[in-house]
């Protein structure tokens, strides 16, 4: 047995714990390292900004078409209101429109349209059918007419109430369901539906701001209604009685059997000994058919005498006056002046005929009560020997008509109406005469001119005569009846008529007031205000 020393065996001890303390130290280094050195997590690709916001224009005009579609259908599906106005049921509606306006239905016998108010939005009034009790009434008891548009206008009111209500209801409720269809958002919807709210607020504001009451003095009448006037008034009644188009329903009421017996499509007023009838006519463009069509004009407006703004030809050639022989047989003075397809052959010819008053050169003649003057056009187009001589030349025609009306007021014998083919030599007489008439254009007109001559431009009474098949839709027949004071010899109306060109066989009668001569707003008997029932009445 070996004996250590124990100084030797703490010597070692003490040597063996700094090695294992070394070794330690050692060991716990590439672990210390290993965590200081660990590599940070790759960084994710950046994704765009704009690739995760949507469109805000795209957003905007899905709403806008969620709103308009939404409102639309809300209107046409819920949107209707029936009211009862004075003996006839109605059906209310508001449509949408770019123009506005106010447009009656009264099947079969046709529309009367009003230029009512601009906005979006447009009043369709349907006539649904006459109440028998009340309309038996009006018939067995006529004095109740005079308090006829009271009623009307009440029963206006209290339905285009119901109707604004209901169609607010409408368009908030249409585009609330269309907008929780589309987006399937609740907050989304509820946006829809208060834009279209807002819409239609728009819509009534601009409305009410642009309302014309004055619309029911020139409203367009078609189809069978093209025969209104004949049983709403006269002439006269439109410029002194304005009470008469309050009393439009009742006249049609009563009268209703009498638009069913219309054997033509064209209208008629009643005789009216007060005013002038002028039917002028122009570029008819040897169409035969419009000899028809004056006949029964002259026929059924009790027309006094007939002015043609020339072209009534078309080439001018002898072997075309056989064509102007119906005149002799229309029954009426008929005043011409040449136009640029008439020759002077075709002038001389028509002035061998005893009711035809050829104008030339300025020089006046009274005919039917009215003192005529014009000119015959300076050129002749269809003689292509010779160059045409242009607007300078109309305008050289324009100073003879305008000298000769001049000279004719120096000898206090002042013309009623000049007469000239083109409207460039037309508008020279202005400040001459109160009224000029001329055509050519192919399309009806009307300007007032600045020195106050009123410039009446006819459309074609041919349609175009055979250059109506080409176009792709036919030339409309064009005329109209002038109405003239026989005490002042002034223009109090006119009605444009507007006949189907070739093959076609639709009729339309606007009426028209002169600016000078519409009626002020007046109470009619048994009425305590005159606004209501003046702007109300005929809408019915």
Same mark, same amino acid.
């Given at each position: 047995?070996?004996?250590?020393?124990?100084?030797?065996?703490?010597?070692?001890?003490?040597?063996?714990?700094?090695?294992?303390?070394?070794?330690?130290?050692?060991?716990?280094?590439?672990?210390?390292?290993?965590?200081?050195?660990?590599?940070?997590?790759?960084?994710?690709?950046?994704?765009?900004?704009?690739?995760?916001?949507?469109?805000?224009?795209?957003?905007?005009?899905?709403?806008?078409?969620?709103?308009?579609?939404?409102?639309? #259908? &809300?209107? =046409?599906?819920?949107?209707?209101?029936? !009211? /009862? +106005?004075?003996?006839?049921?109605?059906?209310?509606? $508001?449509? %949408?429109?770019?123009?506005?306006?106010?447009?009656?239905?009264?099947?079969? #016998? &046709?529309? =009367?349209?009003?230029?009512?108010?601009? !906005? /979006? +939005?447009?009043?369709?009034?349907?006539?649904?059918? $006459?109440? %028998?009790?009340?309309?038996?009434?009006?018939?067995?008891?006529?004095?109740?007419?005079?308090? =006829?548009?009271?009623?009307?206008?009440?029963?206006?009111?209290?339905?285009?109430?119901?109707?604004?209500?209901?169609?607010?209801?409408?368009?908030?409720?249409?585009?609330?369901?269309?907008?929780?269809?589309?987006?399937?958002?609740?907050?989304?919807?509820?946006?829809?539906?208060?834009?279209?709210?807002?819409?239609?607020?728009?819509?009534?504001?601009?409305?009410?701001?642009?309302?014309?009451?004055?619309?029911?003095?020139?409203?367009?009448?078609?189809?069978?209604?093209?025969?209104?006037?004949?049983?709403?008034?006269?002439?006269?009644?439109?410029?002194?009685?304005?009470?008469?188009?309050?009393?439009?329903?009742?006249?049609?009421?009563?009268?209703?059997?009498?638009?069913?017996?219309?054997?033509?499509?064209?209208?008629?007023?009643?005789?009216?000994?007060?005013?002038?009838?002028?039917?002028?006519?122009?570029?008819?463009?040897?169409?035969?058919?419009?000899?028809?069509?004056?006949?029964?004009?002259?026929?059924?407006?009790?027309?006094?005498?007939?002015?043609?703004?020339?072209?009534?030809?078309?080439?001018?050639?002898?072997?075309?006056?056989?064509?102007?022989?119906?005149?002799?047989?229309?029954?009426?003075?008929?005043?011409?002046?040449?136009?640029?397809?008439?020759?002077?052959?075709?002038?001389?010819?028509?002035?061998?005929?005893?009711?035809?008053?050829?104008?030339?050169?300025?020089?006046?003649?009274?005919?039917?009560?009215?003192?005529?003057?014009?000119?015959?056009?300076?050129?002749?187009?269809?003689?292509?020997?010779?160059?045409?001589?242009?607007?300078?030349?109309?305008?050289?025609?324009?100073?003879?008509?305008?000298?000769?009306?001049?000279?004719?007021?120096?000898?206090?014998?002042?013309?009623?109406?000049?007469?000239?083919?083109?409207?460039?030599?037309?508008?020279?007489?202005?400040?001459?005469?109160?009224?000029?008439?001329?055509?050519?254009?192919?399309?009806?007109?009307?300007?007032?001119?600045?020195?106050?001559?009123?410039?009446?431009?006819?459309?074609?009474?041919?349609?175009?005569?055979?250059?109506?098949?080409?176009?792709?839709?036919?030339?409309?027949?064009?005329?109209?009846?002038?109405?003239?004071?026989?005490?002042?010899?002034?223009?109090?109306?006119?009605?444009?008529?507007?006949?189907?060109?070739?093959?076609?066989?639709?009729?339309?009668?606007?009426?028209?007031?002169?600016?000078?001569?519409?009626?002020?707003?007046?109470?009619?008997?048994?009425?305590?205000?005159?606004?209501?029932?003046?702007?109300?009445?005929?809408?019915?």
């Amino acid at each position: 047995m070996v004996r250590v020393p124990v100084a030797a065996l703490r010597t070692l001890t003490s040597r063996l714990r700094t090695t294992t303390n070394r070794l330690r130290s050692t060991t716990s280094r590439p672990r210390t390292a290993r965590r200081a050195i660990r590599p940070l997590p790759a960084p994710q690709p950046a994704t765009p900004e704009l690739a995760a916001r949507p469109r805000p224009w795209l957003q905007a005009l899905g709403l806008t078409a969620v709103v308009l579609v939404g409102a639309w #259908l &809300g209107l =046409l599906i819920v949107g209707n209101v029936r !009211a /009862p +106005v004075g003996p006839m049921n109605t059906t209310m509606a $508001l449509r %949408p429109s770019l123009s506005g306006g106010t447009k009656i239905n009264i099947s079969p #016998l &046709g529309a =009367l349209t009003l230029d009512s108010h601009v !906005a /979006p +939005v447009r009043l369709d009034v349907n006539v649904d059918q $006459l109440d %028998p009790l009340r309309s038996q009434a009006l018939v067995d008891h006529p004095e109740r007419i005079s308090g =006829l548009q009271t009623e009307v206008a009440k029963d206006v009111e209290h339905g285009t109430l119901d109707l604004a209500v209901r169609s607010c209801a409408a368009v908030v409720a249409g585009a609330t369901t269309l907008g929780l269809a589309v987006y399937r958002s609740p907050r989304r919807a509820l946006t829809a539906g208060g834009l279209a709210l807002t819409l239609l607020a728009a819509s009534g504001a601009s409305a009410y701001a642009t309302w014309n009451p004055k619309s029911v003095l020139e409203p367009k009448f078609s189809g069978l209604l093209s025969s209104a006037p004949a049983v709403v008034g006269n002439a006269r009644s439109i410029v002194t009685d304005f009470d008469v188009y309050q009393k439009e329903l009742a006249r049609l009421v009563t009268n209703v059997t009498k638009l069913y017996d219309v054997t033509s499509t064209l209208p008629a007023y009643q005789p009216d000994p007060s005013t002038i009838r002028v039917l002028h006519v122009s570029d008819i463009h040897l169409n035969p058919a419009s000899w028809k069509i004056i006949a029964s004009l002259v026929e059924q407006y009790k027309v006094n005498v007939i002015v043609d703004s020339g072209d009534t030809m078309d080439h001018g050639i002898a072997a075309e006056n056989g064509f102007l022989d119906p005149i002799r047989d229309l029954g009426v003075p008929y005043v011409w002046v040449r136009g640029n397809h008439d020759s002077r052959t075709t002038q001389r010819y028509l002035e061998r005929m005893k009711n035809v008053h050829v104008l030339d050169d300025g020089r006046a003649q009274t005919v039917a009560g009215l003192r005529f003057a014009g000119i015959g056009d300076p050129q002749f187009t269809p003689d292509r020997s010779v160059a045409p001589g242009g607007d300078a030349a109309e305008r050289l025609a324009g100073d003879r008509l305008a000298s000769a009306l001049r000279d004719q007021k120096a000898r206090h014998a002042p013309v009623d109406i000049a007469v000239a083919h083109e409207p460039v030599a037309a508008r020279e007489t202005d400040g001459e005469v109160p009224l000029v008439l001329c055509g050519h254009l192919h399309h009806e007109g009307d300007e007032l001119l600045p020195y106050g001559t009123r410039l009446r431009m006819e459309g074609s009474t041919g349609g175009s005569g055979l250059r109506a098949v080409e176009r792709e839709y036919p030339a409309p027949i064009e005329a109209s009846i002038l109405y003239l004071g026989r005490g002042n010899h002034r223009l109090q109306a006119w009605d444009a008529i507007k006949l189907g060109g070739l093959g076609e066989t639709t009729a339309e009668v606007s009426r028209h007031l002169a600016d000078e001569n519409r009626p002020k707003t007046a109470p009619s008997p048994g009425a305590s205000s005159p606004s209501p029932s003046t702007s109300s009445t005929p809408s019915p």
